[in-house]
């Protein structure tokens, strides 16, 4: 008796750290090779639950209606968010927070990338087509 509850207790241990495991990477990302980014834009500034994401892939460029545009971009920079080109936008002045978040893989190198925008305007003016998760 005290076998079958040890290995019943064994395999319920082991389903919850699948499970658990399992939610821990991006949807499909974890079996892809090659580069991706998992991309959330949260309305605020990111405190709150994580939204669902988008899943970019740049061989071949999938993921959001702007993702060859993205590739493209994060190619010239070397999958590097932070080294992206700033574009010349006039943004209001009109404060709504929101926060982009990107985490993934890129030639090789993990990619984890995090910042609070004032609003989605210069979020897009800094990040180009990277987060344009809404179309």
Known sequence: MTRSITAVRGGLLAATAALFLGTA????????SGNWLFVTVTQGDGR????????????????HAKAAQACAQLTEAGGDIRRLPR??????????P?????????????????????NGCG?????????????
Not at 98 to 108: D, F, P, Y
């Open 87 to 96: 574009e010349d936008a006039y943004c209001p002045m009109v404060y709504a």
């Open 123 to 135: 979020m897009a003016a800094r990040t180009g087509s990277v987060f344009a998760v809404d179309g």
């Open 98 to 118: 929101v926060t982009a978040h990107a985490r993934g893989e890129w030639n090789g190198r993990p990619v984890e990338y995090r910042e609070t925008f004032a």
């Open 25 to 32: 990477a991006p949807p499909a990302a974890a079996h892809d």
């Open 48 to 63: 709150s639950a994580e939204p669902p994401g988008r899943l970019l892939r740049c061989d071949p460029p999938q993921g």
